[in-house]
């Protein structure tokens, strides 16, 4: 794309800007709070774009001067001046367009979002439900060294540790854009706790992230919810066990897609406080029908991109981790690495960056930018 092309797209952006911007602190759009919300997401991504077209624009004027002084300037000391300024601007200049060209391709629309984490022990026994135990930690630390909130609404725990399944939500900046890249089935190689032989088995957990449903996202009619309560099992002081703050919602939803009403059964047992366990439930509820709805437009993606980076099958088998020999091995990008203990303690970020710049990669030449 020639910079003259680039920037008279920019520019339509920067028209869409400035008006988005006038829209946004008007009082009939505030009164519109879906709108308001859809509106202020735009400007924030806008504001992205006009912010590099500033430098884009900044480092095309620097060139041109810089030419400008060396076809008429005769001081040797301006005429290095000139030069050192425009080799350093020529340089910088396709990194600036590369990420202009990222900036221009639609991304997701849900990366924004805060995330529903689910982890479930898949074939292996006691050895995936311990396993699930271990990416629940490994995410755990994870989201500490991102600042993220992480808090857990269900859980089913196994006979011999971890657990069968954990779902938590968890909020901060970007989550969603960037934990979506664990949706898949993790396997494990190692000699499980529980064997006596000494030998190597091979158990497997599956991970879920789903992008959690805002209030705006989906419609529920709450009247329509049967809410039960319950005592909470298990451990948890007197308190858990003796007041009925376990809460069960039942919600009878038709799928669009298939035009079949189903019924959809959520539990949360996590806190002493029904109305934040009720509060929970609904956001599960909508994360659901949200995923649900939003499922063909995933499947959409997923048949465009050859390497389903951060879409597709969530029963494909995704990452494996090896610790006879400390490997890990994310099937996906070929991507393999020998610091299985420190990956484990939540070092994931690597291997997230290099599944984002594959999926980049992939997300440009779909572009034809």
């Known amino acids: 794309m020639s910079n003259n092309s680039l ?54 004027n620097t060139i041109a001067e810089a030419k400008e002084i060396l076809e008429i300037e005769t001081d040797p000391e301006m005429r290095e001046m000139a030069k050192e300024e425009l080799d ?35 074939t292996g026994g006691d050895e995936a439900a311990i396993f699930a135990g271990d990416l629940f930690r490994m995410y755990s630390k ?7 909130r992480l808090e857990v609404s269900s859980v089913s725990e196994g006979s011999s540790g971890g657990f069968k399944e954990i779902i938590c939500s968890v909020s ?22 529980t064997e006596t ?46 007041v009925e703050s376990g809460v069960r919602l039942r919600y009878m939803w038709k799928n669009p897609n298939t035009g079949e009403t189903e019924e959809i059964l ?31 437009y995933i499947d959409d993606i997923s048949s465009k991109r050859k390497t389903m980076v951060s879409t597709g099958d969530r029963s494909a088998k995704i990452r494996t981790y090896n610790y006879p020999q400390g490997r890990i091995t994310d099937h996906r990008i070929n991507y393999t690495i020998y610091n299985l203990s420190a990956f484990m303690d939540g070092d994931i970020q690597d291997c997230i960056d290099n599944l984002m710049i594959a999926e980049n990669a992939e997300r440009l030449k779909e572009s034809e930018l």
């Open 7 to 60: 920037l008279d797209k920019l520019e339509t952006l920067q028209f869409r800007f400035d008006e988005v911007a006038t829209l946004i602190t008007d009082p009939e759009t505030i009164a519109d709070q879906r709108r308001y919300v859809k509106l202020t997401k735009e400007y924030k991504d806008l504001e992205k774009i006009v912010e590099a077209k500033k430098e884009y624009e900044g480092c095309l």
């Open 88 to 122: 350093a601007n020529n340089e910088a200049l396709p990194q600036i367009e590369e990420k202009i060209k990222l900036l221009l391709v639609p991304g997701d629309p849900q990366d924004d979002k805060n995330a529903i984490l689910e982890i479930r022990g898949g």
């Open 142 to 148: 994870y989201c500490e060294t991102k600042g993220w």
């Open 172 to 193: 901060g900046e970007k989550v969603y854009g960037t934990l979506k890249y664990e949706s898949g089935v993790h396997r494990v190689q190692r000699v499980p706790v």
């Open 197 to 242: 032989q000494g030998r190597v088995h091979t158990s497997a957990a599956s991970v879920a992230v789903l992008p959690e449903a805002e209030q705006f996202d989906v419609e529920i009619n709450e009247g329509e919810i049967k809410w039960d309560t319950f005592r909470s099992g298990g451990a948890g002081g007197q308190n858990v066990n003796k």
């Open 266 to 296: 959520i539990e949360c047992t996590e806190t002493r406080d029904q109305p934040k366990n009720k509060e929970r439930a609904l956001a599960r509820l909508r994360t659901f029908i949200y995923d649900k709805e939003h499922q063909k």
